[in-house]
C-alpha cells in the first residue's frame, strides 16, 4: 500500500508467512511510522495506530484482522522519485495500547524488530569440528534461508580450530553467537533489507567502501540540508590492546606488536591518539595467529572518538539517509568536514505531514582526507 507524502510515498506490507500490502481499514487508522537503523543494537520500528472500537463495545477493529499477531512479518520502505528503498524487513513482537475516553482516539502501538529477532528465540548446544569461523558463520545462516534470509558479504576468518584445540562450540542462541564469531575477528555482524521479503546478511568488516552518499549540508545557502548537526571529540574513546604469546619451541614470551583498527580506508586526517589500554589475558594461552587477531579485534572494537548527531531536511536532502555506509559532511569547517561512517538512521513518518531523518556517524579523528564530498 502507497499513501501519497509530499512526493514520498511509504510502503507498509505485512502478513503471517508472505507480506502483502496492509489492509485498508489498518492504512486508514495508521497516524506515525518510526524505523530505527542502528549499527550496534539492530534494527526496530513502530507503528501507531489511531483508532475507535466498533459499534456494541467490541474489540478494537485493527486487533481483529490477524495481520499484526506477534511474529507476523513487517516490510516497511519508502519511494522517493521511482525507486523503492526498503528501510527494514521486520517481526512484530509486541502491542502497547492506550484506550482513551474520546471516541475514536485509542492508540495503538506496534513494535518489532527487523527479521534477526528470530535469531534470538532459542539457545542451543552445537559444536563445529574443523571449521573457520566463515564456515559456521554460513552452515547457521543456512537454517534461516526460509525467512528470506541470504548471505550477501562473508568476509574470510582466520580462526581455524581443529578438534585437539577444543573446536568452536555454541552455547547460546544464533544470534549472539554470531556476534560473538564477528567480535574475536574484528568484525561485525548485521542484516539489512534487500528488497521485499529478502534480507543480506553481512559478517565482515565495517564497510567503509562504496560511493558516499548524498552530502549533508550545512551553512551553503540553497544547498543546505540540515535541520541541525553537532559533533564531539571524545579523547578517552580510543583503545590500543597490549598482551603476549609464548613461541611454541623456546617458551619465550613474545610481546604483541601495536596494530591499527581493522577500518579501511581511514577517513580523517588527524586521528585521536589512542589514550587507554585493554589487557588480553588470554593471548598466552593462544597461538600467535590468534593472540595478534585478538590484539585487532580489541583495537577494531574501540569506539570511534569523533561523533557527529543532527537531523536531516528530507525534502532538500531528497534521499534516503542509510546506515553502515559513507556519508559527506560539508559546510562546517575543515576540522569536521569529509567522510563519516553512519552508524544510526531514525527515520519518523507522520501520515498527516512530515519525514524526519535522524543520524548519528563517526570517524577516528578530525580533518578531511579529501578537499572534495559528493554533493
Known amino acids: 500500500m502507497l499513501t501519497s507524502l509530499f512526493g514520498i510515498r511509504l510502503v507498509l506490507w ?41 459499534p456494541g463495545g467490541a474489540d478494537y477493529l485493527s486487533l481483529l484482522t490477524g495481520v499484526i499477531d506477534p511474529l507476523n512479518l513487517v516490510l516497511i520502505g519508502v519511494v522517493m522519485g521511482v525507486e523503492p528503498v526498503p528501510l527494514i524487513n521486520g517481526v512484530i513482537t509486541e502491542h502497547h495500547l492506550v484506550p482513551t475516553d474520546e471516541p475514536g482516539m485509542a ?5 518489532g524488530r527487523s527479521v534477526l529477532a528470530r535469531m534470538n528465540l532459542e539457545e542451543k548446544s552445537a559444536k ?4 573457520n569461523d566463515t564456515l559456521v558463520v554460513l552452515q547457521v545462516l543456512g537454517s534461516y ?8 558479504v562473508i568476509a574470510p576468518s ?17 544470534l549472539p553467537f554470531l556476534r560473538r564469531l564477528a567480535r574475536r575477528n574484528g568484525f561485525v555482524f548485521y542484516l539489512e533489507p534487500v528488497t521485499i521479503g529478502v534480507t543480506g546478511a553481512y559478517f565482515g568488516p565495517e564497510n567503509r567502501l562504496g560511493i558516499p552518499q548524498p552530502a549533508l549540508t550545512k551553512n551553503m545557502g540553497g544547498a543546505s540540508n540540515l535541520k541541525n548537526i553537532s559533533f564531539a571529540n571524545d579523547g578517552l574513546a580510543p583503545t590500543g590492546a597490549k598482551g603476549s604469546f609464548v613461541e611454541p619451541i623456546s617458551k619465550t614470551s613474545i610481546p604483541i606488536p601495536p596494530v591499527p583498527p581493522l577500518r579501511m580506508p581511514p577517513l580523517a586526517t588527524s586521528a585521536t591518539p589512542t589514550s587507554r589500554t585493554e589487557l588480553l589475558r588470554e593471548s598466552a594461552n593462544q597461538p600467535a595467529a590468534e593472540a595478534l587477531l585478538g590484539a585487532l579485534a580489541a583495537a577494531t572494537r574501540s569506539p570511534d572518538p569523533v561523533t557527529a548527531h543532527g537531523e536531516v531536511d528530507t525534502i532538500r536532502y531528497g534521499s534516503v539517509l542509510r546506515p553502515r555506509r559513507l556519508v559527506g559532511v560539508r559546510g562546517v569547517g575543515t576540522s569536521y568536514d569529509g567522510f563519516y561512517y553512519v552508524n544510526r538512521v531514525t527515520h519518523k513518518i507522520s501520515v498527516q505531514g512530515g519525514y524526519t531523518q535522524q543520524f548519528s556517524c563517526k570517524r577516528e579523528g578530525t580533518g578531511a582526507l579529501l578537499p572534495l564530498v559528493r554533493p
Open 14 to 54: 505485512m502478513g503471517k508467512a508472505v507480506p502483502t500490502p496492509c489492509p485498508l481499514p489498518l492504512m486508514e487508522a495508521l497516524s506515525q511510522v518510526q524505523v530505527t537503523m542502528d549499527d550496534a543494537h539492530g534494527d526496530g520500528f513502530d507503528l501507531t495506530f489511531t483508532m475507535g472500537r466498533q
Open 145 to 152: 534461508a526460509q525467512y528470506g534470509i541470504v548471505p550477501t
Open 158 to 174: 582466520t580462526v581455524f580450530k581443529i578438534e585437539l584445540q577444543g573446536n568452536t562450540t555454541q552455547h547460546e542462541a544464533d
Open 128 to 131: 563445529y569440528q574443523n571449521m
Open 107 to 111: 492508540n495503538l502501538t506496534v513494535r
